[in-house]
């Protein structure tokens, strides 16, 4: 075996070997850990890139020590933070208990004026009119143990439904210039039941307007992206996350279209145009990458045939520790 298959090949073995032993009742595993440590599989792409070219029996045994370490971690580190934890009947749970007993809403209605806060209260309805002068906008998103959906276009220049099970979301808007700056933040508070398939879990579906050009910037954890952008002009998209899904639908570019994807453990499929010229950059680590339909580059990079002499062009950068990259063309 080649030694740079060493350290992917023994993180699928443990983590093949977790489930197994768990489900056997041979071990309890706490499985928050891995959203909790996920840095820990960082580590261990960190040190499989650093030693890449390395094939001595030290750098081998390092390698398989960093592993086995960070499994370790995984296992015994306990699990009291209540941060994460599994309640046996298939939902993930997050809690984020405030340690010193203020949940911090004293001063929230006059802090909440001073950003111009819109909730239309009872119907998680948010709303922010168009206006004609909005050439470009802003769309910040942030909080995990959500699903958030973008598909859909209205004459607004936002709106979003929501549904909400112990957490609050929080529309905020301002402006940089003439440019709307929109946010849709879920904010703390105690015990949500997290299930992707579960009618109990946190929700946003997003509309937004067509005319201007977007900016989106979404920093969230557990959570479930899916997004039809093909009718949207955008011109920046940046995702960071911890253990996600992201399911992500592109239009055309526009001169420069620029998609930056930062994850620890998660899956990203991002589908773009078959004529759009795009050209893919990734750093993966201990990811598994898939870019059918795409030619690798000299230094490492993929594009389409038409990338070079494409007036308009779309730039993804992909970063992750241990994820699975897709993209394809439709």
């Known amino acids: 075996?080649?030694?740079?298959?060493?350290?992917?090949?023994?993180?699928?073995?443990?983590?093949?070997?977790?489930?197994?032993?768990?489900?056997?009742?041979?071990?309890?595993?706490?499985?928050?850990?891995?959203?909790?440590?996920?840095?820990?599989?960082?580590?261990?792409?960190?040190?499989?890139?650093?030693?890449?070219?390395?094939?001595?029996?030290?750098?081998?045994?390092?390698?398989?020590?960093?592993?086995?370490?960070?499994?370790?971690?995984?296992?015994?580190?306990?699990?009291?933070q209540r941060y994460f934890?599994?309640?046996?009947?298939?939902?993930?749970?997050?809690?984020?208990?405030?340690?010193?007993?203020?949940?911090d809403d004293d001063n929230e209605d006059s802090s909440n004026a001073k950003k111009g806060i819109i909730k239309v209260e009872g119907s998680s309805t948010y709303n922010q009119p168009y206006v004609a002068t909005a050439t470009s906008a802003i769309l910040?998103?942030?909080?995990?143990?959500?699903?958030?959906?973008?598909?859909d276009s209205t004459s607004q220049l936002f709106s979003a439904v929501t549904k909400e099970f112990n957490n609050k979301f929080q529309f905020e808007h301002s402006t940089e210039g003439n440019v709307p700056v929109l946010g849709l933040h879920m904010r703390k508070q105690n015990?949500?039941?997290?299930?992707?398939?579960?009618?109990?879990?946190?929700s946003a579906d997003i509309k937004l307007n067509t005319r201007p050009e977007w900016d989106m910037n979404v920093e969230a954890g557990a959570t479930k992206l899916d997004?039809?952008?093909?009718?949207?002009?955008?011109?920046?998209?940046?995702?960071s996350g911890g253990a996600a899904s992201f399911d992500i639908k592109m239009g055309q570019p526009l001169a420069t279209t620029n998609v930056d994807v930062s994850t620890g453990v998660s899956e990203v499929h991002i589908a773009v145009p078959t004529d759009a010229a795009v050209r893919i950059e990734s750093n993966s680590g201990l990811s598994?990458?898939?870019?059918?339909?795409?030619?690798?580059?000299g230094d490492g990079t993929y594009q389409t045939a038409n990338f070079n002499t494409a007036p308009n062009k779309m730039y993804i950068h992909m970063k992750g520790g241990v994820s699975d990259f897709k993209v394809t063309r439709y």
């Open 1 to 80: 075996m080649k030694s740079e298959k060493i350290m992917p090949g023994l993180i699928l073995v443990g983590i093949g070997a977790l489930f197994l032993l768990h489900n056997y009742n041979v071990i309890n595993f706490h499985w928050g850990n891995i959203f909790r440590l996920w840095p820990i599989f960082l580590i261990m792409g960190g040190v499989n890139l650093v030693l890449a070219q390395n094939r001595s029996a030290w750098a081998t045994v390092l390698k398989i020590t960093v592993v086995i370490g960070g499994f370790a971690l995984l296992v015994l580190v306990p699990n009291n």
């Open 140 to 151: 910040n998103i942030s909080g995990g143990g959500t699903v958030y959906t973008l598909k």
């Open 85 to 103: 934890w599994n309640n046996h009947n298939g939902n993930w749970n997050f809690s984020d208990h405030d340690t010193d007993g203020d949940n």
């Open 191 to 202: 015990g949500n039941n997290f299930n992707w398939d579960s009618d109990n879990t946190n």
């Open 227 to 239: 997004f039809d952008l093909s009718k949207f002009k955008v011109r920046k998209l940046k995702i």
């Open 288 to 297: 598994s990458t898939n870019y059918d339909g795409f030619t690798k580059n």
